[in-house]
T-cell receptor
Framework: EDQVTQSPEALRLQEGESSSLNCSYT??????LFWYRQDPGKGPEFLFT???AGEEKEKERLKATLTKKESFLHITAPKPEDSATYLC???????????FGPGTRLSVLP | DGGITQSPKYLFRKEGQNVTLSCEQN?????MYWYRQDPGQGLRLIYY???????QKGDIAEGYSVSREKKESFPLTVTSAQKNPTAFYLC????????????FGQGTRLTVV
């Protein structure tokens, strides 16, 4: 069974304090690993897709990396507007649907 | 602007009532999905459809029904058989090719009163 776990459940950072969020997965034949940002009461907003181990993607203060068992979302010098829940999802080789992790709730304090 | 529109944003249901949540997309996407989100849990798949007039049950389909009569529309009905319907419901779509990201609507919050 395909599974996704995320850690930590919640993370509080001071503005400018860099850190990383973890997404661990078990899947039969990874088609893609996806990162989303979700603000309270809103739908998830797409950030990155990673397809194979060693791949990296960057966007502003965010950088996503992928290994065979996990993905990291690195946040460099975060700002209060980066506060949100970050979701990780995988799509397996034979399936069309996405399996989501529970998310990491990030708070960046000014 | 292309996107996914969910309506209503807030919905209140009385015990024993059926309610229908609307999801419309103008992205020309083939695949559409319904997810349920509860606090502290990941999104859980209710139903998905890869093509018009065809859909498959997800992990938590009991108490829900869907239809896909048009490519751009995928309404979800929450029936009285769903014992704990209070949740945040999200609709998503993808072009259909595996490995492409899903785009989400802004969600409908359903509350049983």
């Amino acid at each position: 069974e395909d599974q996704v776990t995320q850690s930590p459940e919640a993370l509080r950072l001071q503005e400018g304090e860099s850190s990383s969020l973890n997404c661990s997965y078990t899947v039969s034949g990874l088609r893609g690993l996806f990162w989303y940002r979700q603000d309270p009461g809103k739908g998830p907003e797409f950030l990155f897709t990673l397809y194979s181990a060693g791949e990296e993607k960057e966007k502003e203060r965010l950088k996503a990396t992928l290994t065979k068992k996990e993905s990291f979302l690195h946040i460099t010098a975060p700002k209060p507007e980066d506060s949100a829940t970050y979701l990780c999802a995988v799509q397996a080789g034979n399936g069309q649907n996405f399996v989501f992790g529970p998310g990491t709730r990030l708070s960046v304090l000014p | 602007d292309g996107g996914i529109t969910q309506s209503p944003k807030y919905l209140f249901r009385k015990e024993g009532q059926n309610v229908t949540l609307s999801c419309e997309q103008n992205l020309n996407h083939d695949a559409m999905y319904w997810y349920r989100q509860d606090p502290g849990q990941g999104l859980r798949l209710i139903y998905y459809s890869q093509i018009v007039n065809d859909f498959q049950k997800g992990d938590i389909a009991e108490g829900y029904s869907v239809s896909r009569e048009k490519k751009e529309s995928f309404p979800l009905t929450v029936t009285s058989a769903q014992k704990n319907p209070t949740a945040f419901y999200l609709c998503a779509s993808t072009p259909g090719q595996r490995g492409t990201e899903a785009f989400f609507g802004q969600g409908t919050r359903l509350t049983v009163v």
